[in-house]
């Protein structure tokens, strides 16, 4: 019954050896012997001659001669330990063939199957789970399993195990995509290597990257079974643009040809709709036939840039809306074109742009309008200018998004910025920490503290419950403890700050605290949690008033965060924020969201003479409390007229030998790189640029209206300046020879790039790179490998549809950045969306074929024993060194050490009754023998000297001896000594008589 049920389990044992050649070492076995042999011929030669007897209990040969029983065993040990060494060094493995079965079922979660598909495939893989074979009391599960679902990505849905049960599907793959081989490599990654292995597939057989074929190959080569199970694709009406064919490059006011290829698998009317980046270029109503469908639209290239077309359908039955819009790329040329960003309305918007625009026009550069809140963010919309103008704009007006892709334009794409002044930028327009002040040439924060009066400033911060609403995936919290730290970076080293966070009571208190130590309380800052509540107004401006009455500072600044709708105890408040005031305390509040308690916070800000802000968005809260801590300062906004100095020479400057007096500017710092064309002090910087990435900045911290700017309004070169200061932004780009080119392939992207045939002398030396920029200002950038002579290609992933600008660079010994090509490349929806030419039927079964499988109808076919028997293998290195390990002392002393079994035994029973253990040595059998020979070798040692016997009297001799073994005198109760060692005795004496030598006299 035993071995039924281990047949049952296990086929056959064999021993193998992964590397036999050292078995060789076994020879060293007869050679072991070889060398050990004289000695056991020594032994039995002098047994021969003294004819002896066999000795009870002892080892004998046939021929009754007497073996030495140490050398025997001392070679046999010997003989075993070689073996040992030499079977763990030739690999020696016990395999074990089984019939054990792990499967691993790989599910097609994509798009292309649909929900439909994944059911199917869960109900096969849960039935299939139930046919698996039970598991052994003793032997563990015959079967186990495992599951993957994949599409673009794979990911382990169950771990391999032979649990019969199967949980709902729960993990998350980017479904836009369909790779087999993906999901067949983290298949046989799951499959052990002692049980047989099979795979399943569950799909519609549409892969879209990958490769499926080699996946396949991989898998029988690693002794696994691919098999299929076919899915349904998902079915019904369906119409997808194919393709959208328009040219490369164009000319501003141009009229170019849009061609539109629509296949649709039923006839219906439909409206195909085209942009131009953010504008409706052409629309139309479209009759859809069975099949492929052309349309050509005819649009104008209204602007300069880099422009996306975006072409649209609208159908009413549609089963696949992802192939319904595709997008392609354009390159406008044209004369420059820049965009002029003002702030929003009720700043004075209107009169920060109205001079500057007069400008433009009289220098003849044309130019787009419009707020800081309806600018463009998509960095293929700010493609189209040359250069970005931003006037006296708060960091709080542009989005998160917006300074992001500004900066990338100017990095990534070489586009070109100049910043205007202000009182609401700069510093106090809340640059500080923001991508806008990395593009820029100077930086926020005055680094001269003698130039600022000590202040100690306040931040009192509402942490009550509703605090703890979500915004965009962060936390309100959060996002103002970020606001309160970020302001605490600004303040200067001697400036004094505390952070208290209140709701019914100050729960968080940090500080007072100088700005020398920020590093240590920052940390504690940003890690300030949700309280609950609502926030005492009353008690946290007591609070507030508290901990700045002891300072000496003259300056001292109060900054309120509270919830719009949630502002309690406000009965008392205006009374001490009049107070308050009294005592030189100025206080700013900022409401988050436009609730009822809004006057409130509002009127309370006016009678602490601080500004009032309101805000919908927490995270406009660090650039708000970096704007309230430059005022706070109240030395960032220099309002007082000066002449500016000139520094370096610009072509800004051309022509302009002289410049008129300004009323005021915001501080601020320039950066080590940047050069500083005009100073409005010593330290400060009136008008710096610098070569950011591929692009240039220019930063000008005055302003360009009557406010601070007056004389220069009226200065009759006002035009030709701020034309020179926008024109040196803007980068002529020249057309290196180079040709680039940009192919899909899958969900990559295939560059290719071809130098010149001028500089193909020098393409084994070039490095070239490719920049992938898409509309969120995100840009990717990998090395270009060279394939050919000059020609040089690279894979981009690319995930996202949509334009993106793909930039083709040289680099120079120095690692610096050179322009080979621009060109526009739009990634088209994934293949996943695309309409089937054909049934993926056919390739289902051509994988299995591949894989050695077969396609399965029945569930219960995924645990059938029609794969190759495994072999679960043994490695017996460890055991055998470990042998061989404990055997070698035992070789040792098998030679080295004389032990004598029974007369250990004697001397313990002797030490047990009490005897001498002198005695009890002196009992044994050897040392009786060996105290014999040594009296009869002193008795032979005083005879007299006979003469030498020839060989006839010696074999006379030694018959006389074999006759006459008790002749020799012992003493009483000593064993008479081996006939064999009395004959030696005699013959070495009788030689050393015949050479002429005295006999040895034996010791005394």
Same mark, same amino acid.
Request: net charge neutral; glycine share 8%.
């Given at each position: ?798 995930? @996202?549809?949509? &334009? ?5 660079? !040289?680099? =120079? +010994?120095?690692? *610096? %950045?050179? /322009?080979? $090509? #621009? ?106 023998? @060996?105290?014999? &020979? ?5 008795? !032979?040692? =005083? +005879?007299?000297? *006979? %003469?030498? /016997?020839? $060989? #006839? ?52």
């Amino acid at each position: 019954m035993k071995a039924a049920r281990r047949d049952r389990y296990n086929l056959a044992r064999v021993l193998t050896f992964s590397q036999p050649v050292f078995l060789a070492l076994l020879l060293l076995i007869p050679l072991s012997i070889l060398i050990a042999w004289p000695r056991l011929a020594q032994r039995r030669r002098v047994a021969a001659l003294a004819g002896a007897r066999p000795v009870a209990g002892g080892p004998a040969s046939r021929s009754g001669l007497i073996w030495d029983r140490h050398t025997v065993i001392g070679a046999l040990v010997r003989c075993g330990l070689i073996a040992l060494i030499a079977l763990a060094m030739a690999g020696a493995q016990l395999v074990t063939l089984n019939r054990r079965l792990s499967v691993v079922f790989l599910v097609d979660a994509s798009d292309s199957v649909g929900a439909e598909g994944r059911d199917l495939a869960a109900d096969f893989v849960a039935d299939a789970l139930r046919s698996m074979r039970p598991a052994g009391q003793r032997e563990g599960p015959l079967d186990s399993a495992a599951v993957v679902v994949f599409g673009a990505d794979a990911q382990i849905e169950r771990a391999m195990t032979g649990l019969r049960d199967l949980q709902p599907f729960g993990a998350q793959v980017r479904s836009g995509g369909t790779n087999v081989e993906n999901a067949v490599r983290l298949g046989l990654s799951l499959l052990p290597n002692d049980t047989a292995r099979r795979l399943v597939l569950l799909s519609d057989g549409l892969p879209t990257s990958g490769d499926a074929e080699a996946a396949a190959r991989l898998a029988r080569a690693a002794n696994a079974r691919l098999d299929v199970v076919a899915l349904p694709s998902t079915t019904g009406p369906d119409a997808a643009i194919e393709r959208l064919d328009v040219p490369q490059r164009a000319s501003a006011g141009q009229v170019i040809p849009v061609q539109v290829v629509v296949r649709s698998s039923l006839a219906q009317r439909a409206q195909l709709t085209l942009f131009a980046g953010p504008d409706l270029v052409g629309q139309q109503d479209v009759n859809l036939l069975v099949g492929q469908n052309t349309f050509s639209i005819r649009v104008t290239a209204a602007r300069a840039g880099l422009s996306a077309i975006r072409a649209s359908l609208s159908v009413p039955q549609d089963g696949i809306p992802q192939n319904n819009t595709l997008s392609a790329a354009i390159v406008v040329g044209g004369p420059p074109r820049i965009l002029l960003v003002a702030g929003a309305p009720g700043r004075g918007a209107a009169d920060e742009v109205a001079p500057l625009k007069a400008a433009l026009r009289a220098a003849e550069i044309a130019f787009d309008e419009t707020t800081a809140g309806a600018m463009p963010t998509e960095i293929q919309s700010l493609a189209e200018y040359q250069s970005l103008v931003l006037a006296n704009v708060p960091a709080r007006d542009l989005s998160q998004r917006a300074m992001f892709s500004i900066q990338s334009y100017v990095r990534d794409i070489g586009g070109g910025l100049v910043v205007i002044g202000g009182p609401n930028s700069y510093g106090v327009g809340g640059y500080f920490k923001t991508p806008l002040e990395e593009t820029l040439p100077v930086e926020m924060q005055v680094r001269d503290p003698k130039r600022f009066p000590s202040i100690a400033m306040v931040i009192v911060m509402d942490k009550s419950g509703s605090m703890g609403a979500l915004e965009n995936g962060a936390q309100k919290m959060r996002l103002a403890a970020e606001a309160a730290a970020r302001a605490v970076e600004l303040l200067n080293e001697d400036d004094e700050v505390t952070v208290i966070a209140f709701d019914t009571l100050p729960v968080d208190v940090i500080g007072p605290f100088n700005g020398r130590d920020r590093a240590a309380y920052i940390p504690r800052i940003v890690r300030i949690g949700v309280g609950g509540g609502g926030i005492y107004i009353k008690e946290s401006l007591d609070e507030a008033a508290r901990v700045l009455a002891p300072t000496t500072r003259l300056t001292k600044f109060v900054i309120l965060l509270a919830d719009g709708s949630d502002s309690e105890h406000q009965p008392g408040a205006r009374e001490l924020v009049a107070q308050m005031r009294a005592r030189n305390i100025t206080l700013s509040v900022v409401a988050i969201g436009d609730g009822s308690d809004v006057p409130f916070l509002r009127d309370i800000a006016r009678i602490g003479e601080g500004r009032f802000h309101l805000t919908n968005r927490a995270a406009n809260l660090p650039n708000i409390f970096t704007e309230e801590t430059a005022l706070a300062q109240r030395s960032y906004i220099i309002e007082e007229p000066f002449f500016p100095k000139l520094g370096a020479a610009s072509p800004i400057l051309a022509g302009i030998s002289a410049v008129p007096q300004l009323r005021g500017y915001v501080a601020s710092t320039p950066k080590p790189s940047a050069q500083v064309i005009l100073r409005a002090s010593e330290t400060d910087p009136l008008l710096a640029t610098w070569q950011y990435g591929l692009g240039r900045a220019v930063a000008f911290t005055s302003d360009a209206t009557t406010r601070w700017g007056q004389p220069w309004v009226n200065w009759a070169e006002y035009p030709r300046f701020w034309a020179q200061a926008i024109r040196w932004t803007i980068l002529d780009r020249l057309d290196s020879g180079a040709q680039a080119k940009v192919t899909s392939r899958g969900d990559r992207a295939v560059i290719e790039a071809d130098l010149p045939a001028a500089r193909a002398a020098q393409a084994n030396e070039a490095r070239l790179r490719a920049t992938l920029i898409d509309a969120d200002g995100i840009t990717q950038t990998v090395p270009m490998v060279q394939t050919a002579p000059g020609h040089f290609e690279v894979d981009a992933p690319l995930t @996202l549809p949509g &334009a993106y600008l793909v930039r083709v660079e !040289s680099l =120079d +010994a120095a690692g *610096e %950045a050179t /322009l080979e $090509r #621009a060109i526009p490349y739009a990634r088209p929806y994934s293949a996943e969306y695309a309409p089937a030419a054909a049934s993926g039927q056919s390739a289902l079964e051509a994988w299995a074929s591949l894989g050695g499988g077969a396609r399965l109808t029945m569930p219960a076919q995924a645990f059938e024993l029609n794969v190759p028997a495994a072999a679960a293998r043994t490695d017996l290195f460890p055991i055998l060194m470990l042998f061989a390990t404990l055997l070698l002392p035992f070789d040792v002393a098998a030679r080295r050490i004389v032990i004598s079994v029974p007369g250990l035994l004697e001397r313990l029973f002797a030490r047990r009754r009490g005897l001498a253990p002198q005695m009890a040595l002196a009992n044994t059998e050897r040392m009786g023998r @060996l105290m014999a &020979a040594k009296r009869k070798t002193v008795t !032979s040692a =005083d +005879a007299p000297v *006979e %003469a030498p /016997l020839g $060989r #006839a009297s010696l074999r006379a001799e030694l018959q006389r001896l074999r006759e006459q073994p008790a002749q020799y005198a012992i003493e009483e109760g000593a064993e008479a000594p081996p006939p064999a060692v009395n004959a030696a005795a005699e013959l070495l004496r009788r030689r050393r008589e015949r050479k002429g030598k005295p006999p040895e006299t034996p010791p005394n």
